[in-house]
């Protein structure tokens, strides 16, 4: 049976300026390395928690065309202890934030930025009372 999530990869363009978000900004660390067949840099695995990760595959060369309401991946969502708090965090990094932090529908707070490649990321304060906490 499925256990859970492992992963979320993401093909990057400009590995250190991936890392510089995920492990500088975001505080997630980097957990190990793997080299193609030929000993080149492939994948950077960052831990995001135990057994989770985010992996960053380097080459990344052209990014798609958004198309207006594209059917497959959305967006990332990170769970926060404090929107006001990780907002805040972000702004002193240089990240700007496409939503300032405001509550949703399902009562959570929650606002949004991109990765430097564009991937949009949710950040979400769950609300004991939001649908998530009750499922």
């Given at each position: ?104 529908k399902d009562h959570n707070w929650q606002c949004w930025a ?22």
């Amino acid at each position: 049976m499925i256990k859970r999530i492992g992963h979320l990869a993401f093909d990057v363009a400009d590995m250190e300026q991936s890392l510089n978000f995920y492990c500088g900004v975001l505080g997630f660390k980097k957990a190990f390395s793997i080299e193609d067949d030929q000993g080149n840099p492939w994948i950077e695995y960052i831990k995001v928690t135990e057994g989770q990760f985010i992996e960053l595959f380097y080459g990344g060369q052209n990014k798609p065309q958004r198309a207006e309401h594209p059917i497959g991946f959305s967006h990332l969502c990170l769970e926060v202890d404090s929107i006001k708090e990780i907002a805040a965090h972000l702004k002193k990094c240089g990240v700007t934030l496409d939503v300032e932090p405001l509550q949703g529908k399902d009562h959570n707070w929650q606002c949004w930025a991109k990765d430097p490649d564009g991937n949009r990321i949710e950040f979400m304060e769950l609300h004991p009372d939001s649908p998530q906490m009750k499922a």
